[in-house]
């Protein structure tokens, strides 16, 4: 995978569920190899380090969110405050770019519900394909 010498790399935030861990590093590392700067909390916060300062800080300096939605996400109490806290202070920043993922049938968030997901579920480099050219970055 390639991206476009006109594409713009952008900093992005990946809120998903422990469960979802494997398939997240799997977009992580393909949104890598694209040219993006990724945030995942297994590679920034280190022991010792508080988790909240942590995702508070990085998610200050983020161009876009991407929420991977599954059963897991959808059960998850942390994961449900986590980007509800960050997507309301970008919302009183101005508007952000919300990039939700589909990894699997399951309840949407009411509150992205109208926002069209890059859908994972049926075929991952489709899915992908979709993501890079809604963040931007084209497929070669």
């Known amino acids: 995978m390639a991206q476009s010498a006109s594409d713009e790399s952008k900093k992005l935030f990946l809120f998903h569920a422990s469960d979802d861990k494997y398939f997240v590093r799997q977009v992580r590392n393909d949104l890598a190899r694209a ?17 909240v300062q942590k995702i508070n800080s990085a998610t200050e300096t ?15 109490n942390w ?17 952000p770019q919300i990039y939700p ?6 309840e ?19 899915g992908l394909e979709s993501l890079l050219q809604a963040i931007g970055m084209t497929i070669r």
């Open 35 to 51: 040219g993006h700067s990724v945030w995942m909390d297994e590679f920034e916060i280190k022991v010792g380090d508080s988790i």
């Open 79 to 95: 994961v449900k405050r986590e980007w509800q806290s960050v997507l309301m202070a970008f919302m009183n920043k101005g508007s």
């Open 108 to 126: 949407i968030p009411a509150i992205i519900s109208d926002i069209r997901y890059a859908n994972f579920s049926e075929s991952y480099n489709e």
């Open 62 to 76: 983020v161009e876009g969110l991407v929420l991977f939605m599954s059963r897991a996400s959808s059960n998850s």
């Open 101 to 106: 993922v589909l990894i699997e049938e399951c």
